[in-house]
C-alpha cells in the first residue's frame, strides 16, 4: 500500500483539499499502548480541527506534509511519507514517548458518514511503549490511559468519542491480543 501511495500520491492546498472529497486526504492515526491500556485523549478547543474540539480519541497524528518527503534517496523506509509524519507528529510533536517502542499497521479506514471523515482516511497503526508516555502539546490534548473495557464502557454510556475512534473501539481487544504477534521493536527515538 504504501508503495502505492508514494507512486500516485500527490499534494494539493490543504484548505481546498478540506472541503473535496475527491481528494482524500491520508492520516496516520496512531492508537498508543502502554501495559495494555490505551491512551485517550480530548482534544482542547486550543486544536487546531475544530470540528473534533472537545471530543475524546484513542488516536493520535496529523496530516502528511512536503515535510515528510525524503530529501534524498533510499529503500521504502526512508521514503515513505506516512513514517516520517507518523514520527514527526506522534513523537516529535504531540507526545513524548521514553524507552523502546512497536509500530505495526492495521489498516485503513474510511468513513463518509461527516464532514471529516468525507475529506479523509486513517491509517491506523499500533504503537506499543515500554516506557512513559506524555503529552506534549498540553494545551491541545489532554490524556491519560485507560483499559480496553473502560473505554468500551465510555462509549456504551455515551462518551462523546470522535468517529473514527468509535469504529475502532470495539476491535482494540483484538488488536491488542495480536500486536505481540505482528510488531517488530524499534529503538526510542532520537532526532535527526
Partial sequence: MTERIE????????????????WKQIIPYTIVVRDGQVLCLTRTKQGGESRLHD???IGVGGHINPIDLPSGTGGLSLRN???KATEREVLEEELSVEGTYTLRPLGLLNDDSNPVGAVHVGWVQLLTATGD????????LEGNFRSVSELQDMQAEGANFETWSSLLIPSLGQF?????????????????
Avoid: N, Y
Fill in 7 to 22: 507512486e500516485f500520491g500527490f499534494f494539493v492546498e490543504r484548505a481546498r483539499a478540506e472541503h473535496t472529497p475527491e
Fill in 55 to 57: 471530543k475524546l480519541s
Fill in 133 to 140: 508516555v506524555q503529552v506534549r502539546e498540553v494545551d491541545q
Fill in 176 to 192: 491488542l491480543s495480536s500486536s505481540s504477534k505482528h510488531s517488530s521493536q524499534r529503538p526510542k527515538h532520537q532526532p535527526q
Fill in 81 to 83: 511519507p506516512i513514517a
